[in-house]
């Protein structure tokens, strides 16, 4: 914009964002970061100039000298920039930074804010209270169910201790009836005869013999003889 646009009030011009001031630091850091290192080279020429006609040629040294001088200002103001400069664009990505965290935090705020809008601490609290009155209720609904009011509840349980009692000693008694007595030991049958049987059995034998010799022819004729 002219000198006069500023003076008569001309367009105003619109100020840059945050990135794009960052964006136009960094190009300006790097032209003066390249001029550094040019001055820097010719500082060096300049020396090595004046050191080769330090005894040949004064005049041409002094004047090497005075050229490095010039450049030495030169490149103390850069750096004097290039300081300025780096202090200013690490403020604005500092500001940048702050920004973008501010705008998620109003972000989060508005969200949370539209999340609470049909939402009222004492209709909570209310509901709240409606909540833990019905799990009473159903917890004594649990109860009057698993309750067995309706099925034998009294009973008298002397009643029925005696009944298991009772129950145990008649368990008891067929046990000890159903046992098998042990059953009698007989002496074992004598393998010999009696006495008597011997002599039965001697005599059976003799007649039967008897018999036999009857029947043979022989034996009559030996009998007769020994009569």
Known sequence: MSFFGKMFGGKKEVAPTTGEAIQKLRETENMLIKKQEFLEA???DELNIARKNAS???????QALKKKKRLEKQLQQIDGTLSTIEMQREALESANTNTA??????NAADA??????????????DMMDDIAEQQDV???ISDAISNPVAFGADLDDEDLERELD???QENFDKEIIGIPEPAPTLPEAPTEDLPEKAKEKKKAATTAATAADDDDPDMKQLLSWSN
């Open 101 to 106: 965290v501010l705008t998620t935090m109003k």
């Open 138 to 140: 159903a917890r004594e």
């Open 42 to 44: 010719k500082i060096e």
């Open 166 to 168: 009772e129950l145990e």
């Open 112 to 125: 949370l804010k539209t999340a609470h809008q049909n939402m009222d601490v004492d209709k909570v609290h």
């Open 56 to 62: 040949k040629n004064k005049r041409v040294a002094l």
